[in-house]
């Protein structure tokens, strides 16, 4: 993707456009390949980076939700196991089957939870990983070493699907683009444009230059997660609010505390959620919580209560229990839940449209499952309000940019997919540009120079948080990569020293807060 030529187009004066997308997360860009794949001209604006919120700071699963099953959702746990199947398919170099374990006390949670785990079997109907099976205690623990013995007396396992959530953003972006669409990072959304009482463009403005430009649409789709209802507020400054969000927490360990490529769920914490704890690029990914929260940060933390919790039941239920010193990284994201009257471990991570008396078109909620229904009923909507001839949706069968073959290469082997050859030659070209930049990290030169060549990276905090994901692999790791990394990217966008310090400073300030 080259950024300058895709401003160019976005901010042409004559240029109207079918679609504008506010909003870079999984919703709005699963949105905009839905959209441009069906042939209409879109633009999706972004404030900050693709998927710089809450699409960056899931627990990586691609599942349909034992929770869901539990609450009686059966509607949403199905669907979510289509699409799971539908995303192993489309993006095998980036969505892969995982192994999980649910460890049990006794025959009784056994059976109840085999009986559970039956119906997602069932549920799964075409899009089946395996059947689910039943453990004794020996095979759990072979499985999941770390158990604490006591609470592994039996078990169950069966096979769902993990990810890495902001390369599949980025993906995303890249295929919409591929099909003609105009993704841009770091442009906000400032105001919506109206003409005789209806919403007709938005004015935006681009961070970098200070560009301000107007953008004509038939329809603007407000697809901002968390900040929906700020978006609703331009359309109507008295809207109610929509959103109940909700922070989930995460810690980052060393592999030492689950060995192996088996994940353990731990059914029901006690907030009655589930906590995960899973293998992932080379550590292990602890969580989750769920804190309803008043105010959406743009940079949310965890709370010193959060980490309490998920330690403590780390240490109730793995030998040796992990400590704060052992933590390596720790983040939050805000869930874009949609208001009902329950807490809000108890609301559905069913979508939400609805169209304003403008004809803006809002989506809220949803998980990152099912991001890509989201975006084909997002646009069957959107169709309609702009009065736009319905298109039939391609995205159910649609491999995704970098996924090419897999079944003749090995591109599945890397997150970059098909991209990966272009990388390797760059690399004979220049050998240092292979190299590992850090002995805890596995980041390389040639990923920063990728990410700023070919993925619109445009800060040191864009390459180590989501086009490689050091940050929130080894907070600290990151930082002492930071002035390498930014050196590179100041010779590829064209940086003087001032900057690239400036961003060493900017970033260090900001992993900081990934630290316990």
């Known amino acids: 993707m080259n950024r300058a030529a895709l401003l160019r187009t976005a901010s042409d004066p004559a240029a109207v456009w079918d679609f504008v997308i506010i909003g870079g997360g999984a919703t709005g860009l699963g949105t905009a390949v839905e959209a441009a794949t069906r042939g209409h001209r879109v633009v999706l604006l972004e404030r900050g980076d693709f998927a710089q919120g809450t699409s960056s700071r899931s627990t990586k699963l691609i599942h349909g939700g034992l929770r869901y099953l539990r609450q009686g959702n059966l509607r949403l746990v199905a669907d979510s196991l289509a699409e799971r199947g539908r995303l192993l398919r489309n993006a095998p170099h980036l969505v892969r089957p995982l192994q999980f374990v649910l460890p049990t006390t006794g025959w009784c949670e056994t059976a109840f939870y085999a009986a559970g785990l039956k119906l997602y079997d069932r549920l799964s109907r075409d899009h089946s990983l395996g059947r689910s099976r039943i453990l004794n205690s020996r095979e759990t623990l072979a499985l999941a070493p770390t158990l604490a013995p006591e609470h592994a007396r039996g078990g169950i396992a069966y096979v769902d699907a993990q990810f890495d959530d902001a390369r599949l953003a980025l993906t995303l972006a890249q295929t919409a683009a591929d099909w003609g669409a105009v993704p841009l990072n770091h442009v906000a959304v400032t105001a919506l444009m109206k003409s005789h009482g209806r919403v007709c463009g938005v004015t935006a403005l681009e961070a970098e230059s200070g560009q301000v430009f107007e953008l004509r ?156 229904k989201r975006g084909e009923d997002t646009v069957n909507t959107a169709e309609r309000v702009a009065n736009l001839p319905p298109r039939a949706s391609r995205t159910a069968t649609l491999s995704l940019h970098g996924a090419g073959d897999a079944a003749a290469s090995d591109a599945s082997a890397s997150p970059y997919g098909t991209d990966t050859a272009a990388m390797e030659q760059l690399i004979r070209e220049h050998p240092e540009w292979g190299q590992p930049l850090h002995s805890r990290l596995t980041l390389r030169p040639v990923e920063v120079i990728w990410a700023a060549r070919h993925e619109m990276a445009r800060t040191v905090e864009d390459v180590l948080s989501r086009r490689t994901r050091a940050l929130i692999l080894d907070a600290r790791a990151s930082m002492e990569v930071a002035p390498q990394v930014a050196a590179l990217l100041a010779r590829e966008l064209g940086r003087d020293e001032h900057w690239a310090r400036e961003q060493v400073t900017a970033y260090c300030s900001l992993a900081r807060g990934y630290l316990p």
Do not use: M
Not at 260 to 275: F, Q
Not at 283 to 298: I, K, N, Q, R, Y
């Open 217 to 372: 649409a038939k329809v603007v789709i407000n697809a901002a997660g968390v900040f929906g209802d700020a978006i609703r507020r331009f359309d109507e400054p008295t809207a109610a609010p929509k959103l109940a969000p909700s922070q989930g927490a995460h810690v980052v360990l060393p592999r030492r505390f689950l060995p192996g490529d088996t994940a353990v769920i731990i059914p029901r914490t006690a907030d009655g959620r589930v906590l995960f704890a899973i293998p992932w690029r080379g550590c292990v990914l602890l969580g989750t919580t769920d804190t309803p929260v008043t105010e959406t940060d743009a940079e949310p933390r965890p709370l010193a209560a959060e980490l309490e919790f998920l330690l403590a039941h780390a240490a109730r239920h793995f030998t040796p229990a992990p400590a704060a010193d052992d933590i390596l990284s720790v983040f939050a994201g805000l869930r874009p839940l949609v208001k009902a009257d329950q807490a809000t471990s108890r609301l559905p991570r069913d979508h939400a449209l609805s169209v304003s008396s403008s004809g803006l078109v809002t989506i809220s909620g949803g998980k990152w499952t099912t991001y890509r």
